[in-house]
């Protein structure tokens, strides 16, 4: 399993459209909502700060998410056929898939978070952005499981089409381009159990030096838990029954 590993990740730093697409996509539009449009959301005290952990989760979520796209192509070309008559378990092959998709996240979150306090002035102290680093990463965990699960379950481009409105739906539901408070009540109340919006409020309550332990933030934590235990149990199935 540790040298799979280690092939995944080598694949996954060596794809510089993914890695351009997933890193700097969410950086140029952190700057477009901040620089050149005026969306700043009402309410909200430091909208610089605001919108740049709202685009780290954002990129964070679709860098896990594609992962899915990876592994569709795998299937079509033969890959998990081969696998299977190797000593690696089931467990082993989701579980190198799902490290490999989280540590491929960082990236794109280092990369939003210095563009914001490089590019737009966000000041925030010192102890604050290792926190949030490993806030947004921890955010990102159970899209990578759902990414896995989709990979295993549609086949060729239509997974990257599914992932793509799958995408879209949990950005906005998770109040990532649009605050969740200004949505009617009854999508907040749904919005609030989702899992972009468990992810991006760690971050948000970081922001006002709420530690991830309180309640609030440890609710989101167990939203995430139970979603990320969900959709590996998915994606372990799913690759139980494409092989």
């Not at 950086?27 to 700043?40: M, N």
């Not at 899915?68 to 299937?75: H, K």
């Amino acid at each position: 399993m540790g040298s799979y590993l280690r092939l995944e990740l080598a694949r996954g730093f060596r794809n510089p459209v993914g890695l351009i697409m997933t890193t700097f996509f969410p950086l140029g539009l952190y700057l477009l909502f901040t620089l050149v449009l005026d969306v700043a959301p009402k309410g909200i005290g430091d909208v610089g700060a605001y919108t740049m952990v709202s685009m780290a989760t954002y990129g964070a979520m679709g860098s896990a998410l594609f992962i899915g796209g990876a592994i569709a192509l795998e299937r079509s070309k033969g890959w998990l056929a081969q696998l299977a008559v190797t000593p690696l378990p089931a467990h082993g092959y989701v579980a190198a898939k799902l490290v490999s998709g989280a540590v491929t996240v960082l990236p794109s979150i280092v990369v939003v978070l210095a563009g914001g306090a490089l590019l737009t002035g966000v000041r925030l102290p010192l102890g604050t952005w290792p926190l949030l680093v490993v806030l947004i990463w921890a955010g990102a965990l159970p899209f990578a499981a759902l990414g896995t699960a989709f990979g295993y379950s549609i086949k060729g481009q239509v997974a990257s089409l599914a992932m793509m409105i799958v995408y879209f739906v949990l950005t906005v539901l998770g109040g990532l381009w649009l605050p969740v408070e200004s949505m009617p009540e009854g999508m907040r109340v749904v919005a609030e159990y989702s899992p972009a919006y468990a992810a991006g409020s760690l971050g948000w309550r970081a922001l006002d030096g709420l530690a991830p332990s309180g309640s609030s933030s440890g609710s989101s934590l167990a939203v995430l838990a139970a979603w990320t235990v969900l959709f590996a149990a998915l994606a372990l199935w799913r690759y139980r029954r494409a092989v």
